[in-house]
């Protein structure tokens, strides 16, 4: 590959998030799910937005969260999502742009507005997200920014798009776009609701097209329909060329054909919200991929990134990964 413009480039739900502290009894009161994203029309959205209480409110989505951490590390990104011509559209772009990554996907002048979710976090630093897709899953080939992908070393896939027909396509030329550019290509499961209503899609989209897998333990067991984790890693090490297992406090797996690693995540002493742990983990281990690390080295990236995180309320990153990677004893 020549002129390489980004280290990583990532395709996603552009979402701004409203995050909210809660109790359990609110969760309950509004009959949600606790621990689960739940996909909600636009009243309910409105509704949930009127009954919370004092928020904050930042661009994220969670490719666009990755793409925010590999910046943060010292990496060149970029981010390609879709956003109405509104205030949470502006906000998004303000935000992202603000964080060192490139967006110049343009806004769209429609009735339907720019995504948001709302993330009720409780005190045991648990999250449950209720979230409006509004414009974001209407992306569609257009809008795939050829040139970018041609010259970026990876391209990150958010699983949550596969929702979307249109958005389906896109992943499918940006893929080809990577292989044709010798672009990495690399997925993440994003939910495990979204791999059982996708799971056949997900299963070929891996095989033919992927080159690094990224899902926590629920995903992965729901990617191969089993209870026993070392099944689905056995599976997986025959379907995806790399895959990133994450296992919460447990830390993670790594497989690569027969060769397997497993990494220990980073001790925190208070956890706060675990909103984003698995896009930082993504951020830290494509930010490794790209400057040539080993898979080890990669996922401790990963682990570090995931550290920051959620040690603090919000999915982007309040230090400098790229000084935390340096106490580490990383030289970047």
Not at 275 to 301: E, I, N, V, W
Request: charged content about 25%.
């Amino acid at each position: 590959m020549t002129d390489t413009a980004f280290d990583v480039v990532g395709i996603g739900n552009a979402i701004v998030d409203i995050i909210a502290r809660c109790d359990d009894p609110f969760l309950v009161q509004q009959g949600l799910a606790k621990g689960h994203m739940q996909l909600v029309d636009r009243d309910a959205a409105t509704n949930l937005y009127n009954a919370i209480g004092p928020a904050v409110e930042i661009s994220g989505g969670s490719a666009a969260n990755t793409i925010a951490g590999v910046a943060s590390f010292g990496g060149t990104a970029a981010y390609i999502g879709k956003v109405a011509d509104d205030d949470f559209g502006r906000v998004f772009a303000h935000d992202i742009k603000a964080s060192g990554v490139s967006f110049e996907t343009q806004p769209a002048q429609s009735e339907t507005p720019t995504a948001r979710s709302i993330v009720l976090v409780t005190p045991d630093a648990e999250r449950t997200m209720s979230t409006y897709l509004g414009i974001s899953p209407e992306l569609n080939s257009s809008e795939v920014d050829k040139d970018v992908i041609a010259k970026s070393r990876i391209l990150y896939l958010e699983g949550y798009l596969f929702d979307a027909p249109q958005a389906m396509e896109a992943f499918r030329l940006a893929a080809q776009i990577a292989k044709a550019s010798d672009c990495e290509v690399s997925l993440t499961l994003s939910d495990g609701f979204c791999v059982d209503r996708h799971r056949n899609e997900f299963l070929a989209f891996i095989k033919d097209d992927i080159d690094i897998l990224f899902a926590n333990e629920s995903e992965i067991l729901s990617l191969y329909e089993t209870q026993s984790l070392e099944m689905a890693i056995d599976n997986v090490s025959r379907d995806a060329k790399i895959a990133a297992v994450t296992r919460s406090e447990k830390g993670s797996v790594i497989v690569s054909g027969s060769d397997r690693h497993e990494a220990k995540a980073e001790a925190v002493n208070d956890v706060a919200d675990t909103t984003g742990a698995g896009d930082l983990y993504a951020a830290g281990f494509l930010f490794g991929r790209a400057q040539k690390m080993s898979l080890a080295q990669s996922a401790h990236l990963g682990h570090i990134a995931a550290a920051e995180i959620i040690s603090h309320i919000g999915a982007r990153p309040e230090t400098s990964l790229r000084d935390i990677a340096k106490q580490h004893g990383f030289d970047i």
